[in-house]
């Protein structure tokens, strides 16, 4: 297989919200991804207040460029969960340091576009934002490791400042 390579330029950026990336405890954090006004204008966002979540497509900026494993690991390093491949991650620690999120829309103002439960960090450069349709959702069964349940537990909760 031969290397493609391509220039991908950030379209937006995260602003406010988390300013580190943590394992769980992403419920209820808003931030804002602010489109670059440079190249876009307030028409780029027409019609997205008519949605309720955003995928957001984000670098992962603060990783370790030297913490990426090609191989299997534990996730978490947890010696109870199997080892898994590269790809049965959903983690930082990526090949091209790519994340996708789903989170929720609550408001658009010009080119900010508030949102919660976003994993990204504040300063993440956004490559992409799409309209969730439900459509492009799971069809048929939804099968995934039992592990993957447990790691993910407190994920979305809120966070443990908020839980008193």
Request: contains cysteine; proline residues 7%; negative net charge.
């Amino acid at each position: 297989m031969t290397a493609e390579r391509f220039t991908v330029e950030p379209i937006a950026h995260v602003v406010g919200g988390r300013t580190e990336p943590t394992d769980d405890y992403w419920g209820g954090s808003r931030a804002i991804v602010r489109i670059d006004g440079e190249r876009f204008s307030p028409a780029a966002t027409k019609g997205l207040d008519e949605f309720s979540h955003l995928e957001i497509v984000f670098r992962f900026h603060l990783t370790d460029p030297t913490d990426l494993h090609l191989g299997a690991r534990r996730p978490r390093d947890n010696p109870e969960w199997p080892e898994v491949g590269i790809f049965g991650h959903r983690n930082m620690r990526r090949i091209n340091w790519l994340g996708v999120s789903r989170c929720r829309l609550i408001k658009v103002e010009g080119l900010d576009l508030h949102v919660e439960d976003l994993d990204a960090v504040s300063g993440s450069p956004v490559f992409d934002i799409k309209p969730w349709f439900s459509e492009f959702g799971p069809r048929g069964e939804v099968r995934q490791a039992d592990w993957t349940t447990q790691m993910l537990g407190l994920y979305f909760s809120p966070p443990i400042e908020n839980q008193k």
